[in-house]
């Protein structure tokens, strides 16, 4: 047995064979286009760029490191000092802000939800959130305590959401689209 590890080391260490990660061709992707499967994890919030690490669940600004959540898979700014984080393990939304210091201050309760695709709304003042365990789309208010306020029937599996001038659009894992014309 001693006698087949320097071998077997050496066959783990070269690799199979495949290239590179840079000279592989892009992945496949359903038709219509490439589909986001998962959301932004750099955001720019008070002058600092924030960084996601959904695997270490960490927010970083490079001075300051802190918990983003269970199950962190996105994150957004609003254009100010305010960070929102969709929380997928612990069915929320985390609230942060860079001034004075990067500190997480508040979590939104989505119970048996996923929260997972999050996108900001400028013109609305709005947040909107993918909730993939239950085919929605929440509509929250932003700030350092936001709220929900609707919910609307989405495709199967939502993760990924993006704002429009006229609507909200929601992608599922499928690839396949829908339209959200907010109410009100």
Known sequence: MRRLLPP??????AGCGSLADAELPPAATPA???VRTHPPRVARAGGETVRLDPRARRLTDGRR??????????????GGRMLYVTDAGGD????????????VTRRVGLP????????????????????SATDELVELSTGSH???????????????????????????RSGATQRVVPRG
């Open 8 to 13: 077997l080391l050496a066959l783990t260490v």
């Open 146 to 172: 936001p709220r929900p306020l609707r919910r609307y029937p989405t495709v199967h599996q939502p993760v990924a959401v993006r704002v429009r001038v006229q609507a909200i659009v929601v992608t599922g």
């Open 112 to 131: 048996a939800t996923t929260p997972y695709g999050i996108a900001y709304d400028g013109g609305r003042a709005r947040l909107w959130v993918t909730l």
């Open 65 to 78: 490191t802190v918990g983003a959540g269970i199950g962190p898979a996105g994150l957004v700014a609003d």
């Open 32 to 34: 219509g286009g490439p």
């Open 92 to 103: 929320g939304v985390v609230v942060a802000h860079t001034r004075p210091r990067l500190e």
